[in-house]
DNA sequence: GTCTATATTCCGATAGAC
DNA sequence: GTCTATCGGAATATAGAC
């Protein structure tokens, strides 16, 4: 029987540091995770922990690639089978929300990676670029056939990009802003339901 | 003669770590950073930075203190003689810009404490919550009053938030997403209108 | 596969000469 | 005010026993 969670509970020592490292990673970043932060979460001592991985940098490149392979997984799978228009955007919007609360770490930790590069930038950065243009398009062609309004689109994009992300990668700083918890499931409907309505307002032509 | 810009250019070496802290600090973080970074960039040796500052963290906590005074300021300034409604709306946005396409530096540090709580989290978070409840006043006063639309104020001033910081503090990535500076002062005229006319979209009843 | 012990490097901070 | 020298500690990584 498969794990759908991307961590694991038990036996696989290699899953549980992965899994150990994406949290303190995101968390505290690359340069504030030591590898006995990690040890200490699994169980474990320091050495072991350079017996599945061949170093700490080794381990941050398989953390990040599993994330982005699940994203990528995630977009493939919302783009299938699209529709047209405005029903289409609502669609990826879905998609991308409950992704994003399901992996709050990847959010903060792809933002982490944005705002300065940390150690693989580049590759993050090339793996986003095609999606990036495959969504531009997308919007491009559906503004030219009259189903979108006309705005510009990659501004546009990144416009949401930021508003959605920053909503769970800085959760933290708006926990004190509005003086309750951004992520509990009663909160995340309304900002969704609000995200969807700015966008609607400026997109859907009905 | 008083110097404009946050930054010193010759004579006091204080002056000089500052400025060089604070770059250091948004481009690599604070575990990022070491002394000798900071005193590289200065031209002296590690030593010399503490006789002009007690610690590491109390650099940090000037920087900060720096930054967050001028953006204070920026918005007493901003908010005097309001405007009713949109108009309104549009002059912070404008203010908001200026300020942020000539401090980058602090967009990214705040971010990089409202993702995790560096060190002085709880600081920032104290200093802008009281902006965030004028503003979100503000919001609602008008919608009530018929001068913008109704929506979810604090939402809505959320996702202004993200979009517009991520667009700064994310330009590394959006570099490499667009193919070309996003910070060039064509790219942000671009920017700034594409954000206006979003929230025109929803927020403007005429 | 996990451990103890250790090598090496870098960190922040201090002492004291000039 | 800046320097060299050094302390104490923590970091990554390795060697080798069990």
Chains 1, 2 share one sequence.
Do not use: C
Not at 4 to 20: E, M, V
Not at 118 to 129: K, R, V
């Amino acid at each position: 029987m498969a794990q759908a969670s991307p961590s694991a509970s038990a036996g696989d020592t290699k899953a549980l540091i992965l899994d150990a490292a994406l949290r303190r990673f995101a968390e505290h970043g690359y340069d504030g995770t030591s590898l006995n932060d990690i040890a200490d979460d699994v169980g474990i001592r320091r050495p072991s922990i350079l017996h599945h991985f061949p170093s700490k940098e080794a381990i941050y490149r398989a953390v990040l690639k599993q994330l982005v392979d699940d994203w990528g997984t995630l977009v493939i799978k919302a783009v299938r089978d699209p529709e047209k228009g405005w029903d289409q955007i609502e669609r990826v919007l879905a998609a991308a929300f409950e992704f994003f609360e399901n992996n709050t770490e990847f959010v903060r930790l792809v933002r982490r990676e944005a705002i300065a590069g940390g150690p693989f930038f580049d590759e993050i950065a090339t793996t986003l670029q095609p999606l990036f243009d495959q969504a531009v398009g997308f919007l491009e062609r559906e503004m030219k056939a009259g189903r979108l309004r006309k705005h510009n689109a990659p501004q546009l994009l990144l416009a949401g990009y930021g508003a959605i992300l920053s909503y769970f990668s800085d959760a933290p700083l708006i926990t004190v802003l509005l003086g309750s918890d951004p992520l509990s499931p009663e909160a995340l409907r309304v900002h969704h339901r609000e995200v969807v309505e700015l966008f609607r307002n400026a997109l859907d032509p009905r």
